[in-house]
């Protein structure tokens, strides 16, 4: 995962800049246990008089080398960053890298030499930093070139990449497509090209809806900007990023930021949490407690699938396709609390829907079984679901997810934007009365609420709170 892109040119490598500084951060705390690792080596080669390079017979214990440890493992990885060694590492060769690491190394022992000149440290071994040395930059080299090999496999796979849509004048969107190398149109795939001088922003709201994307990118020269404002507009409703060149753009509530494509500034308009550690750690949080919640309730779970095999004929989990992230569908799994034929008999009952808008919610609903009226209320038919967070289809925390018939029906193209964040076992609605909400405006405005204000902190709070709300079956139908 190296920075730039893996090689790429910086046209493209802006594009990922988020993404690519995370590998930076992740390729640099690697390294730095790495090099810590083989310094540890090189002083249990030399303690043990395994390689012997100077006079002495015996040398000090390692703990009288931290110190210099304490200055391999923070500054090798900055040093070799400023080197360029983590930039562009798929058109580099190995003589390139060397080249890096050594220049890396001199300013290395440079520091070290400060230090004992004017901290009065020792270095009880020259042994121990020469065999560092040696092996560090193979250790280093292996390392880049497990991770070059890994990244291509996935990248062949098609398990990485993005895929976007480009929108704008034909000419600079064709001058952009140009631009891109091989590998490139691999890494970023432009699966539809939308002209705005002959479509307005509709056109590309359709396109977004048809590829579930997360990026739209603007190319254009002397377009009318308003047609502009109003591509942002689209873009900014379905909760996705738009890139372009432009000075500036009012939007009603689009946060921007500035990013780099090739030379010229661009303006990134997002209302989403962007790709950032929090996220990571967001989506590492829910697959461990979902895995940990898997095991530890499986004997219940077993439990409860065998009393709905055993009280309603039919399957135990039912399935259901739901709008995931960007509206991309996805099979829901819930114990199954109705009987099979619920969905054919949905449409008789609307006169029953105690929901505003498009979602169906009825009270004493006569399509649930006995077993399923306690599922219900006790959310226990929602289990299944954590096979879901574990694929990475939902989170533990996130705007409920829809059937994709209610999503086609939204009247407003802003109940959309609850789609921009992966969708979650429970969020605010969740624990605030869920069906005694009866406006789905209202419903929609929590979950707009808790992506404006996304935090770690949050999602751990309403994980909190949502413990009690399922126990005492508060709002439940």
Known sequence: ???????????????IARKQEINLQFNQFVDAILLGLVFWLAHALRYHRLIILDNLWSIDGFDKFVWILAVIVPFGPFLLEKQGFY??????????????????????FVILALAVIFLRLEVPSRSVLILFGLMAPVMLLIRERVTHVYYLQQLKQGAIGERIILAGEPESMRSFRESLSHLQRQE????????????????????????????????FNRIELGKVERAIGACEIEGVEAWL????????????????????????????????????????????????????????LFAVALAVK???????????????????PFDMLKFRTMCVDAEEKRQSLESMNTMSGPVFKADDDPRITNIGKWLRRTS??????????????????????????????????????????????????????????????????????YIDNWSLALDLYLLFVTVPVVFLGRGAK
């Open 87 to 108: 930039s562009y590492t798929l058109e580099k060769t190995t003589l390139k890298s060397l080249r890096q690491m050594a220049s890396a190394a001199v300013w290395l």
């Open 188 to 219: 970023i795939r432009i699966v539809e090209e939308v002209d705005l001088t002959a479509n307005d922003a509709e056109t590309l709201t359709v396109a977004i809806h048809n590829h579930s994307v997360g990026r739209v990118v603007l190319a």
């Open 1 to 15: 995962m190296p920075r730039a892109g893996w090689g790429v040119s910086p046209e493209v490598a802006s594009m």
């Open 245 to 300: 060149n432009v000075d500036f753009i009012h939007t009603s509530g689009a946060r921007p930021s500035y990013e780099l494509l090739g030379h010229r500034p661009m303006l990134v308009f997002r209302r989403t949490p962007e790709l950032s550690w929090a996220i990571l750690v967001k989506n590492l949080m829910d697959r461990t407690i979902a895995f940990g919640m898997l095991v530890v309730a499986a004997p219940f």
């Open 310 to 328: 055993l009280t309603s004929p039919g399957p135990i989990i039912f399935r259901q396709k739901r709008a995931g992230l960007h509206g991309r």
């Open 380 to 449: 226990v038919d929602e289990f299944p679901q954590l096979f879901n967070v574990l694929r990475g289809e939902m989170s533990l925390v996130g705007p409920r997810p829809l059937p994709i018939y209610e999503v086609e029906k939204f009247e407003l193209l802003e109940h959309r934007r609850r789609l921009s964040m992966k969708p979650g076992l429970t969020c605010i609605w969740q624990v605030k009365g869920r069906n005694a909400v009866t406006s789905f405006d209202d419903w929609v405005r929590m979950d707009l609420e």
